[in-house]
């Protein structure tokens, strides 16, 4: 199985700043289709978790700006620029080229 | 607006079966693949089952493999996830989720299963 590594484990920011959030994955994620099926998720306190990126740096509908997802291959990363109190929660990254389709284990933005 | 609103879950024993249903409205919903995704207590996101949107087709990873099926009724507009021989390690809240631009673009509120003696 594809193996989803997320650093840091948790992360406390000052609002207004920027948060960087790295998944790497133990296979590439690029498909035969040319196409890289990563994704990001944000699971606030006491909700669902919600589509945040697709497709390594596609923001889905609604998604602020301040949200930017980049990387090839095996690493990628979600900046969060300008973090604002509603970002916090538990970030988790997630592929679907290989099956088993796998999450990383998350990681948790907290506001200093 | 997609709504995705499971219900069924609840306590059971070890070993016995139980089955989730989701009633989606807001979408076409034949026009969709979907898919069951889990949270185990205080931990992480785990995939459980995908079914196609005729529902021809269904995937699962090896830890619920043999033991769930992920089906649907298009008429009726909704999701069934059937668990058998249940272990202590399903417990989790189980999401009923839609195929978007992500594999997960929308995602119910949860229910609750708990297998327990």
């Known amino acids: 199985d594809v193996v989803l590594t997320q650093t840091p484990v948790s992360l406390s920011v000052t609002l207004g700043d920027q948060a960087s959030i790295s998944c790497r994955s133990s296979q590439s994620l690029e498909y035969s289709d040319g196409y890289t099926y990563l994704e990001w998720y944000l699971q606030k306190p006491g909700q669902s978790p919600q589509l945040l990126i697709y497709g390594v740096s596609n923001r889905f509908s609604g998604v602020p700006d301040r949200f930017i997802g980049s990387g090839s291959g095996t690493d990628f990363t979600l900046k969060i620029s300008r973090v604002e109190p509603e970002d916090l929660g538990v970030y988790y990254c997630?592929?679907?080229?290989?099956?088993?389709?796998?999450f990383g284990s998350g990681t948790k933005l907290e506001i200093k | 607006e997609v709504q995705l609103v499971e219900t069924g879950g609840g306590l059971v024993q070890p070993g016995r079966s139980l089955k989730l249903s989701c009633v989606a409205s807001g979408f076409t919903f034949n026009n969709y693949w979907m898919s069951w995704t889990r949270q185990a207590p205080g931990k992480g996101l785990e995939w459980v089952a995908s079914i196609t949107n005729s529902g021809g087709s269904t995937y699962y990873p090896d830890s619920v493999k043999g033991r769930f099926t992920i089906s649907r009724d298009n008429a009726q507009n909704t999701l069934y996830l059937q668990m058998n021989s249940l272990r202590s390690e399903d417990t989790a809240t189980y999401y009923c989720?839609?195929?978007?631009?992500?594999?997960?673009?929308?995602w119910g509120q949860g229910t609750l299963v708990t297998v327990s003696s």
């Open positions: 997630f592929q679907a080229t290989h099956d088993p389709l796998t």
């Open positions: 989720t839609r195929l978007g631009r992500g594999w997960f673009a929308y």
